[in-house]
């Protein structure tokens, strides 16, 4: 594997391998390379190691040397001219009238050329501005349209966190974020929350949101019903980092926090009980899981239930050899309920009632009372129920009613 050593060109950005050419390298020293663009100042991130040669892109240039003082104190002069040149570029952006803003302005290490760093809204033809420059200046010109980020990162600043910008410290590339990385964090919606001095929103919103997502994974949704030591409710928020609930019980409407371990998701028909019993006004509990049987299993139980239930004791099977011998002592007999397992209560016999004659006027002496009447040895009709007098013959005659509206003729 290949011996490399990485380097950097500014303070932040992206890092490069090059050949340290046997050279010790330590982190932090400066050093000449050399690049596309000719000779740059470069500083040590990392000092020589072997790396695998697949992480090397293109071809792997040379250190020239390490950087002496005198490199040093050139770059410092051509840094103090930066805001002169940048001063005279700005009155010629406003002679050629172009809509650009001008950020920074860089000699290299040479001081061979120099970049001007711009925004605009638009793309704009700045061929006429350079061709001035270039004869103002007795240098190569380039100019560079960057975005809201790139400016951030060249002029430097506080965050809201209070420390330096990450771009412009150690953050080698920027990151993507989106506005699910808010959410997915629980942060404020709110702009001013969650951008930076850019105006985009903040690089470090990608910093956790891996973390977030795995946690978040293994908490129930809003929403959801669970069935926690208190009973069913529902959940309405979640504390991703302690991984924590809170629950609004559907029992008593109070909101609780339960850990992780406590809680337990319910299913569709434990839901729909609970919203029910929610709705009348209930205690809303969750029985415990069963494992419903197969439907052939169930019918064959049932059906050996109702057998068992039908001829549940002796007495049940005398009453229906009863049955057999005799229909009328069978109507008779009252059916001793399947549920009842003790017997009923006896009831005591009813008196006789009292047959009464229509009402006579007054001043009419009672009628005599007629001659008893000698019993005569006869069976009680089949219809006839035990507990109730016969009919007597002074009873009056029962009327039939006649049958209205009925198909055929009329008895």
Request: glycine share 6%.
């Amino acid at each position: 594997m290949p011996i490399v050593v990485a380097i950097r060109f500014k303070d932040s950005g992206k890092i490069y391998y090059f050949d340290p050419c046997e050279l010790a390298l330590l982190p932090n020293e400066h050093v000449v390379v050399e690049t596309a663009r000719g000779l740059e100042l470069a500083r040590v991130v990392y000092a020589p190691h072997e790396v695998a040669e697949s992480e090397i892109v293109g071809e792997l240039k040379p250190v020239l040397r390490r950087a002496e003082p005198t490199d040093l104190e050139r770059l410092h002069v051509l840094q103090a001219r930066h805001n002169e040149v940048l001063a005279r570029c700005a009155e010629k952006v406003i002679e050629h009238g172009l809509p650009m803003h001008l950020v920074k302005a860089e000699y290299s290490f040479d001081g061979s050329r120099l970049t001007f760093y711009f925004t605009a809204e638009k793309r704009v033809d700045f061929r006429l501005l350079v061709r001035d420059l270039a004869r103002t200046f007795k240098s190569r010109i380039e100019l560079r349209q960057i975005g809201p980020r790139d400016e951030a990162k060249l002029l430097g600043g506080l965050g809201p966190c209070g420390r330096v910008l990450c771009c412009a410290s150690f953050l080698p590339d920027y990151a993507r974020v989106s506005i699910k990385m808010a959410k997915d964090q629980d942060l404020p919606l709110n702009p001013t929350k969650i951008s930076g001095i850019c105006g985009r929103l903040l690089c470090c919103l990608s910093y956790e949101h891996e973390q977030y997502v795995a946690l978040r994974a293994a908490l129930p949704r809003k929403g959801a019903w669970v069935q926690t030591p208190d009973g069913s409710g529902e959940v309405v928020d979640q504390h991703v980092l302690t991984q924590q609930v809170l629950v609004q019980l559907a029992s008593s409407g109070m909101q609780e926090t339960y850990d992780l371990t406590q809680v337990e998701l319910a299913t569709a028909q434990e839901v729909a009980t609970a919203r029910s019993h929610q709705a009348e006004g209930l205690p809303s509990t969750v029985s415990p899981r069963r494992t419903a049987p197969p439907e052939r299993e169930r019918g064959e139980r049932r059906k050996l239930r109702d057998e068992i239930d039908q001829y549940r004791s002796a007495e049940d099977l005398d009453l229906l050899e009863a049955s057999d011998d005799s229909k009328t002592s069978a109507a008779a007999t009252p059916p001793v309920s399947r549920q009842s397992r003790w017997p009923a209560p006896t009831q005591e016999a009813a008196p006789p009632r009292v047959e009464r004659g229509p009402k006579l006027p007054r001043g009419t002496p009672p009628p005599s009372a007629p001659a008893p009447i000698a019993p005569t040895a006869r069976t009680a009709p089949p219809d006839a129920v035990q507990g109730e007098p016969p009919v007597t013959p002074s009873s009056p005659p029962v009327k039939r009613r006649r049958r209205r509206g009925g198909h055929g003729s009329t008895p």
